[in-house]
Every structure is written in C-alpha cells, then in structure tokens.
C-alpha cells in the first residue's frame, strides 16, 4: 500500500510521524474520507471543501500547494488500484496540527501540521435491490459527545464509544438524540426518516456532521421531484414510528434500517421509497 505523508508518496510502513504530533496527543486535527469506484472519486470538490472548512475553523493554515486534495486522492488510487483490485477504495485524508516541542494546549506558533492520507477498499456499490438489501439493526443513545459535531475532527473517541455499544450487542449502529429527544445523527453517518409520506432529515447545525452523502442524496430527491423533502427536528417516537429510516455515510451509501431499540420500523422490511431514492443517489452520484 502507498500511502501520502507531508508531500510525499510512500510505502504505508515507511510514513511515520513523531509522538510529539498533537493529532497523537490531543486529536487536534480535520479528517475526511472519499469514496471512489472504478477510479472515480465521489463528489472530490465537496469533500475538499468540507475539509478546508474544518481547518479553518480550528485555525490549521496548510499551504495551498500542499492542500490539493482531489489531487493527493487521485495520486493515490493511480499508485494503488492495481492491489486493491476490486475497485472500490476509500480515500482517508488526515491533517493534524503537526509536531510541538512541548505538550501544551494553546495552539503552537511556526508548527508545520502534518498531512497523511492512504487508500483501503470499501464495500461495492450495487444498484439499490430492496429484495437483496440487508436492512440494518440500530440501537438509541442520548448523544454523549462534544457540541461541534458539525467539525469532522480526528477526535472521535465519543463516537468511538456510541459505536462500540452497539458493536458490542451485535448491530449496526447507534442513533442519537440530543436533550430535548430530538434526533441528530448516528454515530458514522447521517439519518433518513419517511415519515406520513415525507422524508424528513435534522436540519444542520452544531450538532451534526454536514454529511456529503446526505448532501448528495437530498439534492437527488429534489432533482427527481417524486417525494417532498424536509429538513426538520425528529422527535425520537417519531422515528420509532416512521415507516421507513435510512443511514447515509460514504462507506454506506444510503443504508436501510429495519430495526430500532429492538422494534420492526414499520413492516420490518427494507422499504419502497428507499429502493427508489437510492437508486437515485445512485445515478446522480457522479455528478457532485
Ligand atoms: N455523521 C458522522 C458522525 C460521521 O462520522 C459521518 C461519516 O463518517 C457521517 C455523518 C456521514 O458523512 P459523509 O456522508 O460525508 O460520509
């Protein structure tokens, strides 16, 4: 595997970073990750756009030269198609704030942050089936993480934890739902909902990543104009009883939930609008 370390294309065993890097020390850094199929990266321009946001938001200056990231994504499915033969590769790109002498918390002046990125495969995209799909098993949580999971940072040790309780008890995924049992997002991925007929999604804010898939499928729904799109607070019942719920995240697409807190979501089958709007997400995926 060739992996991407501070301007450099190199053997994954070969990058290596200093214990001192606060990415190590704090998870002080911005992350993405981009699916690609066949060579084709995913909606390349929104990624880098959320990533330059995140930097910017936290106060990391990379030089502009060294922040292509279409073109680092690119430069590594062109150095490892050829062993990850199934075509189907993520891209994870990683900046942290670099190396400090010192283990201090004020951001360091004059520290260069250190940019890694390196590929591994991920599932294949079918065309959406519903009599073929795995419809997932999801449990509930009250969100236990920081308040500015709009900002896609390396430190994920809360939402390490919201997945490893669902992992632990053999399903998928968890969902959260903030203090006021409003839903916000799930711990790797945005949530879908069709509830009387609407698809409804949490309206973005602070307390959800601004998903490029989520993005991707809205902008899908809207472009084929068969069903109304809302974005709108969820009260958790109300997700409970929707009769239908998706998951979308880049390495799941837009995935079908059958099951919460142990309940069927309504008839405990992958459902009819689902198959549709992720045929589209689908079809209009290259086109972000
Ligand atoms: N929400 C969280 C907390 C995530 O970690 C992710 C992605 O991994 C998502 C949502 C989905 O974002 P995207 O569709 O950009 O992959």
New binding site residues.
Partial sequence: TIAYLNGEFKPLEQAQISPMDRGFLFGDGIYE?VPSYAGKLVAGNLHAQRMNRGLSEIGIKVLAEESNWVAIAEGLLARNLDHLPDQNVGIYIHVSRGADTKRFHAFPEGVKPTVFAFAFSIAPSAVPDRTQAKGLHVQTQEDLRWRR?HIKSTSLLG?VMHFQDSFGKGINETVLYNQDGMVT??????VFAVIDGEIVTPPLDNQ??P????HILINSIRKDGQYQLVERQITLEELKGADEVWL???SKEVAPVVMIDNQAVGNGVVGEVWEQVAKSYHTHKFSF
């Fill in positions: 990750v999971c939402n997002e799930a711990s790797v991925s945005n959800l990543l998903g490029i898939t989520r979308t995240s880049s």
